[in-house]
């Protein structure tokens, strides 16, 4: 089955600074790769997805990077405010709306 | 509020005790999953439906996980005989294949103690 593995575990950045969040996954065969935030107390909630046929996708100051050769992809926060201070979850899934595969976990420390 | 709910939010019971879990799903959606996760982990798949029909449960932890989702709307997850080790966060999610972005919506969860 598939494996996704997260890094790094905990990342503090200072306020205005950029934040990468690296995932790497073991199926080739998958092709959706969503990315969830989730506040303490609350429901994991959807930031950015992107499928395996864009390398790239945008949106405000959030981007996700996806290399299928490697089979590794990063999201990338820039501008960050400490709103954005959370436990980010990197997916896996063969396509959307099938079973997602969660990586463990990195919790974004924003400070100002 | 529109969004997936469950019921209860808060479990606590004592070991050896049989627990049953709802969730509604966004009204319309129609595949309904469930994870589960434990503290400092991400979310653990353990089976999902599209409608009533469930279309992977190979996934649940044991067999004293059971999930039904009776008339294709909300649906329930059992857990027989709990154990000190099924202490965790019980999520739902809910999607609408049909829509191009196939986002899965998650509920608030039920955390479910075992004494």
């Known amino acids: 089955g598939e494996n996704v593995e997260q890094h790094p575990s905990t990342l503090s950045v200072q306020e205005g600074d950029s934040a990468v969040i690296k995932c790497t996954y073991s199926d080739s065969a998958s092709n959706y790769f969503p990315w969830y935030k989730q506040e303490l107390g609350k429901r994991p909630q959807l930031i950015i997805d992107?499928?395996?046929?864009?390398g790239e996708k945008k949106d405000q100051r959030i981007a996700v990077t996806l290399n299928k050769t490697a089979k590794h992809f990063s999201l990338h926060i820039t501008e960050t405010q400490p709103e954005d201070s959370a436990v980010y979850f990197c997916?896996?899934?063969?396509?959307?709306?099938?079973?997602?595969?969660f990586g463990g976990g990195t919790r974004l420390m924003v400070k100002p | 509020d529109t969004g997936v709910s469950q019921d209860p939010r808060h479990k606590i019971t004592k070991r050896g005790q049989n627990v049953t879990f709802r969730c509604d799903p966004i009204?319309?959606?129609?595949?309904l999953y469930w994870y589960r996760q434990t503290l400092g982990q991400g979310p653990e798949f353990l089976t999902y439906?599209?409608?009533?029909?469930?279309?992977?449960k190979s996934r649940l932890l044991s067999d004293r996980f059971s999930a039904e989702r009776p008339k294709g709307s909300f649906s329930t997850l059992e857990i027989q005989r709990t154990e000190q080790g099924d202490s965790a966060m019980y999520l739902c999610?809910?999607?609408?294949?049909?829509?191009?972005?196939?986002?899965?919506?998650f509920g608030p969860g039920t955390r479910l103690t075992v004494t």
């Open positions: 439906f599209q409608n009533e029909a469930q279309l992977e």
């Open positions: 999610a809910s999607s609408l294949v049909r829509q191009a972005t196939y986002e899965q919506y």
């Open positions: 992107i499928r395996s046929n864009v």
């Open positions: 997916a896996a899934s063969l396509d959307a709306g099938n079973m997602l595969t």
């Open positions: 009204s319309e959606h129609n595949r």
